[in-house]
Nanobody, 121 residues
Framework: QVHLVESGGGLVQPGGSLTLSCAAF????????MTWYRQAPGNQRELVAT???????NYADSVKGRFTISRDNAKDTAYLQMRSLKPEDTARYYC???????????????WGQGTQVTVSS
């Protein structure tokens, strides 16, 4: 059984920083892309940043220059460093591994339960 667990969310003032973590647990063979999404109340879920296994990254325009995605393949963990946070960054942040292969060679799309980020003074 494989699952993703996000952590690191919280309340932060505008201009502040947070680092989110997404750890994959279970019988894992390989994880290809790891992606962070976010969803604010009343809004659709939107892609924030994605990273390939070899470290190639891509960002939403709204977070470029402020957020940095990284990963540690040995720990099956992805990170999202968020700086210069704005109130509009307030959302629940979700981790996604769309092509995770477990040790039975089964490939599935996995999501975490999310972690709340609130940017407010």
């Amino acid at each position: 059984q494989v699952h993703l667990v996000e952590s690191g969310g919280g309340l932060v003032q505008p201009g502040g920083s947070l680092t989110l973590s997404c750890a994959a647990f279970g019988s894992i063979l390989s994880i290809n892309n790891m992606t962070w999404y976010r969803q604010a109340p009343g809004n659709q879920r939107e892609l924030v940043a994605t990273i390939t296994r070899d470290g190639t990254t891509n960002y939403a325009d709204s977070v470029k220059g402020r957020f940095t995605i990284s990963r540690d393949n040995a720990k099956d963990t992805a990170y999202l460093q968020m700086r210069s946070l704005k109130p509009e960054d307030t959302a629940r942040y979700y981790c996604n591994a769309p092509r995770l292969i477990d040790r039975s060679l089964t490939q599935k799309d996995y999501w975490g339960q999310g972690t709340q980020v609130t940017v407010s003074s």
